[in-house]
């Protein structure tokens, strides 16, 4: 005999969503996705979406939204997406939350030595990194300290750096991850706490990743940055980034 409880909707609000405490992997005809939790709402699947050279078929999304349905969740949320993934998961539902702005940096070994307070290692502070993630995007958009890890390995190799007060016991003021793969660089994600912006440090991290580019002969720098956030565009921009016409997108469907 089914009792009441067996009779909640997939989805109900009142069923925590589950995951591995690694995450979940999931895996297509081409491509490969990783799964977690939204920081904000842990009720929503976050498909990170790393090669998107070979997007996921239709039937590959409609797969993983059942799954991901029948796991509890109520929403999926997509990482930014690129032309080539978008006409995909456009077909199946998921319909643009958030636009980006994408940048390039063609000469990293152009960039000067950083003019700011030296910047040091950020190792094992991903707890420290996440509370400046959250003053400085919103409850939102920030990164809790799983998914500061998560940016740190997106890519073979990774630099992860950070300036700090010393006069509060050396607290995080801003940090910056940076990736290379091969000889294409990415700035992956770049914070400054509100209480230490318009002081330099944005651009101190920028130069500081450019030169660690460029030593490992990195000759293309990417970074994106949402459409409405004209300082860090103009944070950008000073520091010799340019404007591609394609942006990114992210994307969102409702599983209810």
């Known amino acids: 005999m089914m009792h009441e409880a067996d009779r909640r909707p997939t989805g109900d609000p009142r069923v925590p969503a589950t995951l591995p405490a690694s995450g979940l992997v999931l895996r297509g005809t081409h491509s490969t996705v990783k799964v977690r939790q939204w920081p904000a709402t ?3 699947a976050h498909l ?3 090669q998107q050279t070979l997007p996921p078929t239709t039937a590959d999304l409609a797969r993983w939204c059942d799954e991901l349905q029948q796991r509890g969740f109520r929403t999926v949320r997509t990482s930014a997406l ?3 993934a ?3 998961v456009e077909n199946s539902g998921f319909h643009v939350i958030q636009r980006l702005v994408l940048l390039e940096h063609d000469h990293p070994a152009d960039a000067p030595a950083p003019d700011a307070p030296t910047s040091r290692l950020l190792v094992g502070h991903d707890l420290a990194a996440s509370a400046v993630d959250h003053a400085a995007f919103g409850h939102d958009w920030a990164l809790d300290p799983t998914a500061v890890d998560d940016v740190r390995h997106a890519t073979p190799r990774h630099r992860a750096r950070a300036t700090v007060d010393s006069t509060r016991n050396d607290a995080i003021t801003a940090y910056a991850i940076t990736g290379r793969d091969a000889r294409l660089g990415f700035l992956q994600r770049l914070a400054v706490h509100p209480d230490h912006q318009r002081q330099g440090l944005g651009r101190a991290l ?3 990743s450019l030169r660690w580019l460029a030593r490992w002969r990195a000759q293309r720098v990417l970074v994106n940055t949402p459409t409405d956030n004209e300082a860090a565009l103009a944070l950008y921009e000073r520091t010799g980034f340019h404007r591609l ?3 990114l ?4 469907r409702s599983l209810a």
Do not use: I
């Open 42 to 44: 842990p009720l929503t």
């Open 48 to 50: 990170v979406m790393y």
């Open 82 to 84: 690129a032309n080539a």
């Open 86 to 88: 978008s006409g995909r």
């Open 206 to 208: 920028v130069h500081d």
């Open 245 to 247: 016409p394609d942006g």
């Open 249 to 252: 997108r992210v994307y969102e």
